[in-house]
């Protein structure tokens, strides 16, 4: 009876600490009402952060300033009428072609590569983000993290007496970023979204627009290739034009607004999208090489380069330097005018004598020569690839190894067949039509490697069946 009456006065104390714990964890939403939640806005902001820093690491950011800048510019006005304009919204490009977009908790947020391609105003960019800004007011990863732990109430009391364990928030928040957050806190984050874009100054119904493009974009998978697309914003079977309720939350938003929507400069988005990268990227290779690849397509050949060194080219050059200037590899062609062994063409045409450490060089089907100067101590390399020699000049710097060098050397290598794209990325551009001209016209020209002409209608939000124009700017791909 004691071992009894004992276990029922630690349920019933379990119990009291789990609805203690229930009610001092009702947090209000800075999106208005109440939440039940499970972490700390500071432990939410230090999940972010931790996050953060392993989605740089894991993930290939896109390398345009300019661009990037752009982006950052349109997410802070957004940002700054959101219901938490006090935190510190950083925004990231992804480089990536999958069509996708997402947010970190503590305002991390994150665009791909490949939705920018799709999107044809400011304000359909300031949608997307302005949607996953919603996400973070709404503390979405937060709720989700405390409905899966709290499945129960002793388990509650567990963590109530023990700490939230911020590591094991990572899977749960990772699985919402692929599978959405469900259709209510997916339909919530547009109405936040559309709300945040008539407070600064744009279309609420760009949010409409946006789903529009993300549902066609998914409907083109479909019948192109029997698969289902993976969208990132928990689409709705209906067509969004059709969907009442995304039509009132949007709604809703416009009626909040005493602002009318200010006239955007079509121009600036243009001028940022162009040279926009379609499809593959050189900054990730084939299989699996995300690492600094340098391709020139004018002589067909490709090497591997230290991490965060920069480039410049010429013609028949290419030099790339350490950030502090203190190592370098340079690449140069010159025409090969007689036949001649690649350690002879090293001391007679370079006037490089008593090579140290040199060796013969065997690699991708090219041959050469190796070894360092012993003058100036640099690496010194020639490799023989068709009719012309390529002569590579290598500094080891503070902190560099001959190793290193070595490994970028070995790197040389033509371009492989498949790797074109690589070496010469198909990119945005813009034409005004003159009302003649069709997408048939324009696939026949462009440098999409399948469905052209269904593709040049998606990127410009006229799939499936409208034609440009007059007078209107038309995407080409190029």
């Not at 790197?411 to 990119?427: G, H, K």
Request: with cysteine; net charge negative; proline share 4%.
């Amino acid at each position: 009876m004691e071992s009894l009456y004992k276990s029922s006065n630690l349920l019933r104390s379990v119990l009291v600490i789990a609805i203690a714990f229930v009610l001092s964890a009702c947090a209000g939403n800075p999106t208005g009402g109440a939440n039940f939640v499970l972490m700390s806005e500071s432990a939410e902001l230090e999940k972010g952060r931790e996050l953060h820093a392993e989605m740089l690491q894991q993930n290939p950011i896109y390398q345009d300033p300019e661009l990037q800048a752009y982006v950052e510019k349109v997410g802070q006005k957004m940002a700054a009428v959101s219901h938490r304009p006090e935190l510190d919204y950083v925004f990231t490009i992804i480089d990536s072609p999958d069509i996708n977009a997402f947010a970190l908790p503590g305002g991390f947020v994150y665009v791909n590569r490949g939705l920018l391609t799709y999107l044809n105003s400011e304000a359909q960019l300031a949608a997307v983000l302005g949607h996953e800004i919603g996400h973070v007011t709404a503390r979405h990863a937060v709720r989700q993290q405390t409905a899966a732990r709290s499945a129960n109430a002793a388990s509650i009391a567990l963590i109530f007496a023990t700490g939230v364990d911020l590591r094991e928030t990572t899977s749960l928040i990772s699985g919402a970023l692929i599978s959405g957050y469900g259709r209510d806190m997916e339909l919530e984050a547009d109405s936040l979204g559309a709300e945040y874009l008539s407070k600064a100054g744009y279309d609420p119904l760009a949010m409409v627009q946006v789903i529009e493009v993300l549902k066609n974009h998914e409907d083109f998978t479909k019948r192109t290739s029997n698969r289902t697309a993976i969208s990132y914003h928990g689409l709705f079977a209906s067509h969004p034009r059709n969907d009442t309720r995304l039509q009132e939350v949007v709604g809703k938003a416009a009626e909040l607004s005493d602002r009318q929507a200010s006239e955007e400069d079509p121009v600036v988005f243009r001028e940022q999208i162009t040279g926009l990268i379609v499809g593959p990227s050189p900054q990730n290779v084939a299989g699996g090489d995300q690492r600094n690849r340098y391709y020139q397509s004018l002589f067909n050949y490709t090497l591997l380069l230290p991490e965060g060194w920069s480039k410049q080219e010429t013609t028949t050059t290419m030099t790339s330097a350490s950030v502090d200037g203190s190592s370098m590899i340079k690449v140069e062609a010159q025409r090969l005018q007689q036949s001649k062994e690649p350690r002879l063409f090293i001391r007679e045409n370079l006037g490089i004598e008593n090579l140290q450490q040199s060796e013969p060089l065997s690699q991708f089907g090219l041959s050469g020569f190796t070894g360092i100067n012993p003058e100036s101590s640099e690496r010194v390399a020639v490799l023989y690839y068709g009719p012309r020699a390529f002569i590579l000049t290598a500094k080891a710097g503070e902190g560099i190894s001959d190793e290193l060098l070595m490994e970028s050397v070995r790197s040389f290598r033509p371009i492989a067949r498949n790797e074109t794209l690589f070496a010469n990325p198909v990119q945005i551009s813009y034409i005004q039509a003159d009302g003649k001209i069709t997408y048939a016209d324009l696939a026949r020209q462009t440098r999409l490697p399948e469905h052209q002409e269904d593709m040049l209608r998606l990127l410009n939000g006229d799939y499936p069946f409208g034609e440009p124009a007059a007078g209107q700017w038309v995407k080409v791909a190029n």
